[in-house]
């Protein structure tokens, strides 16, 4: 309930993050309204268009604003709903879009805007079970090819097969593309299942599934804490640099793959892990361009290459590859991925601090403190990623072991599949759960 004075909200599932606002923490208004997903509609429209209003979004703003006048009718429900999927808060959209959908069952843009927010919140199952709901009604461009895409996304393959099979060839180019990568993942699922269980923690059978990315290593932390073989936090040593690079080179191996070179893109961190990568694999370093064939791309971290100047044109050109082209990433971003899909990771966090970059380090008192960032020369610091010691972390014990033997046959079991299709970004965590951090 709101104060009637002051507009306030007085029920405790609110209260948290009006008084964010109060503090202007637009950020932590959001978190806290994840919290409450049973909150009335109404309510949460007030705080959700005051958050809004502070962070400019007057789309957003307009839309809570009529949905907390008239919650109980489709339009403004379905207009906040539509808000909030763009704006990035698809946890808020659902509720609305739920209760749109049940107030108009037969409005298929309504279906399909629920199943969005689904996605946006890898909330798979749920899309799925709306989907499958309404199955009479589905057309089977775009709703049949979503149930598949959510099926695969929620582990059921038997159910994404049965699906699939049933879609005819779209009448719309447009549906062209989105066809032809479901054939890939369904074709990469049947040689990955055939070497990999495919169950609720084979993180590598599952980012293969859907990316087409060999997973290089798992985090020896967490496993059984709830981080299956991901990192929340990770501070990046010379070390993990050439143990990737060296998995790198038994999966292109694995894979009968043979580049003539390996390409430096251009910011630092993939400069230097490129010059490295040479070494290790004894191949020759050359600038990247994009129509180069036969060539490993060595890339420290892709979002952060799209970040930097002109870096969105250069992970632009990486969409499509070119005959004998690998894409290896070292450090991965599995809750906010990059634009492309790289076809080699070495591993997935959720944040990571780079071996050259401000590293936190024991202060005086016995405290931490952060560190200048690594200025050497980009080839100083290479020499010294081949010359580290590459033996892995030993863990906490929890984790199942992770033999290179593992991804070797891994990868010998799936390279008919491998290196096939565009690099869409890939943009769910799929069956495999972990913990995140705000």
Not at 128 to 143: F, H, I, K, T, Y
Not at 201 to 218: A, F, I, P
Not at 316 to 331: K, T, Y
């Amino acid at each position: 309930m709101f104060s009637r004075r002051s507009r306030r909200p007085t029920s405790p599932e609110l209260a948290a993050a009006w008084e964010c606002l109060d503090g202007g923490d637009v950020p932590g208004a959001l978190r806290e309204l994840r919290q409450a997903p049973s909150a009335p509609l109404g309510q949460v429209a007030v705080v959700v268009g005051r958050a809004a209003g502070a962070a400019g979004f007057d789309d957003l703003r307009e839309a809570a604003k009529a949905l907390a006048a008239h919650p109980d009718r489709v339009r403004p429900l379905y207009d906040y709903g539509y808000a909030c999927v763009e704006r990035g808060v698809s946890y808020l959209a659902i509720p609305a879009l739920r209760e749109a959908l049940r107030l108009a069952p037969e409005s298929s843009g309504m279906l399909r805007e629920l199943v969005s927010a689904y996605e946006g919140e890898g909330r798979h199952q749920e899309a799925v079970d709306a989907l499958l709901a309404r199955e009479s009604g589905l057309a089977d461009w775009p709703d049949r090819y979503l149930l598949v895409f959510n099926a695969v996304l929620a582990g059921d393959l038997e159910l994404a097969r049965r699906q699939h099979a049933r879609l005819p060839a779209p009448d719309d180019e447009m549906w062209l593309g989105a066809r032809d990568r479901q054939n890939l993942v369904l074709e990469r699922a049947g040689r990955a299942g055939a070497v990999s269980p495919l169950d609720r923690v084979d993180l590598r059978g599952w980012q293969y599934v859907m990316g087409g990315t060999v997973l290089g290593t798992l985090s020896p932390f967490g496993f059984e804490a709830g981080m299956t073989g991901r990192y929340a936090w990770m501070q990046d040593g010379h070390e993990q640099c050439l143990h990737g690079l060296l998995r790198l080179r038994s999966v292109l191996d694995a894979a009968e793959v043979r580049p003539r070179s390996v390409s430096l893109l251009p910011d630092r961190g993939s400069r230097i892990l490129g010059l490295a990568a040479a070494e290790v694999l004894g191949l020759p370093a050359e600038p990247f361009e994009a129509g180069r064939e036969d060539t490993v791309v060595i890339a420290y971290d892709l979002a952060g290459i799209a970040r930097a100047d002109g870096g969105e044109e250069v992970v632009g050109q990486l969409f499509h590859r070119v005959p004998g082209q690998v894409l290896h990433e070292h450090a991965s971003c599995w809750t906010d991925p990059p634009a492309v899909a790289a076809d080699s990771v070495t591993f997935l966090h959720q944040s990571v601090v780079a071996p050259w970059g401000e590293r936190l380090l024991p202060g005086p008192d016995g405290g931490v403190e952060t560190g200048e960032p690594d200025a050497r020369p980009e080839a100083e610091i290479a020499a010294e990623i081949v010359a580290a010691d590459p033996k892995p972390e030993g863990g906490d014990g929890e984790t199942p072991p992770d033999p290179v033997e593992a991804l070797t046959d891994f990868v010998t079991g799936v390279r008919g599949t491998w290196l096939r299709g565009d690099r869409a970004r890939l943009r769910s965590s799929g069956p495999v759960g972990s913990s995140r951090f705000m």
